[in-house]
């Protein structure tokens, strides 16, 4: 006899800073839940975390080490895993595990998956997260006074004049295949950007410690960190005979997945939390995201659960 999946309330993907936090508001509501992690955190290279109050500077691994450890408290299970599909069935949903057995759940949340994308320019990767920077919010104070570098891009005017209340050595290295508008180049001159007309080939230093960058002339420009705009995209392989789609950010940034306010995605029984929704969240913006999503699929399964007991109530009261 074929052994019965393990059933659970909900089945979580993605370990997290949403995900840990769903599973945490689950878990205190005495919900069922495991967290599917494959232990592949967007955050992963950034050596700290910053603007969440009370762990500014943590390491991000250790924020979700501490989380996976408070879960334990409240039953949740986690499995070091990847989920690799997922089909709905008569009760909600299976979930297929890549080294485990298939696991069953009444609802998803998706709460991993999204990527950075970089170009494809020589010693770049190594340095992401350290002096390969995205935003001013989450690195600007560690790089204050510096001299920084911004990689052309359809956001790199904002960086450049964002960064300016960081330092006041910026130097936007506008691609030769775009034209900026005079207003643009007027408000980086008012703000003492410096642009030069020219595309980077290489970073040169080692990783966590840029010297600068090459440029398609071979000339090497001194740098102490470089900002740049990756694209963000969709990895949705753990739900995909589900027929859930990306779509594109409004702001351009990449790819996400739309949801309803309380995260419920267009397939039913599937939500969404964490920066999959909304790319621009910060890890504590993404922790909140998840308790959110967490207490509204406690509320969903709670309606589920009322309009069941109210019928058998009917139906007791039918037979008297």
């Known amino acids: 006899m074929e052994k019965q999946a393990k059933t659970y309330d909900v089945v979580i993907i993605g370990g997290g800073a949403a995900g840990l936090s769903a599973a945490q508001a689950l878990g205190r509501a005495r919900r069922s839940v495991l967290v599917v992690d494959a232990g592949e955190p967007r955050n992963a290279p950034a050596d700290k975390m910053h603007n969440y109050l009370s762990r500014d500077g943590m390491n991000p691994l250790d924020l979700l080490a501490a989380g996976r450890a408070e879960l334990a408290k409240y039953g949740v299970d986690i499995v070091a895993d990847r989920a690799t599909d997922s089909r709905r069935t008569d009760t909600g949903f299976a979930v297929s595990l890549a080294r485990n057995p298939e696991v069953s759940a009444r609802r998803i949340i998706l709460a991993g998956g999204l990527k950075d994308r970089m170009p494809e320019i020589d010693g770049l990767a190594e340095h992401w997260g350290h002096d390969l920077l995205h935003c001013p919010y989450c690195h600007g104070w560690e790089v204050k006074d510096r001299r920084l570098g911004i990689l052309d891009s359809a956001f790199s005017v904002h960086q450049a004049l964002m960064f300016t209340q960081w330092s006041k050595d910026i130097t936007l290295f506008k691609s030769r295949d775009r034209e900026l508008g005079s207003e643009e180049l007027e408000q980086l001159e008012a703000r003492g950007v410096v642009v030069i007309e020219a595309d980077i080939a290489a970073v040169r230093g080692a990783a966590g410690s840029i010297r600068g960058v090459q440029l398609s002339d071979g000339t090497e420009y001194p740098l102490d ?96």
């Open 225 to 320: 960190a470089l900002v740049l705009m990756p694209r963000v995209e969709v990895d949705l392989s753990g739900v995909a005979s589900l027929g859930l789609r990306a779509s594109e950010h409004p702001t351009g940034v990449g790819q996400c997945v739309e949801v309803d306010a309380m995260g419920q995605s267009a397939v039913p029984g599937l939500w969404v939390a964490g920066s999959l929704a909304d790319p621009k969240q910060q890890v504590i913006m993404a922790a909140a995201s998840g308790l959110g999503v967490g207490a509204a699929v406690n509320a969903d399964l709670t309606r589920e659960e009322t309009e069941r007991d109210v019928a058998e109530l009917r139906l007791q009261r039918a037979a008297l």
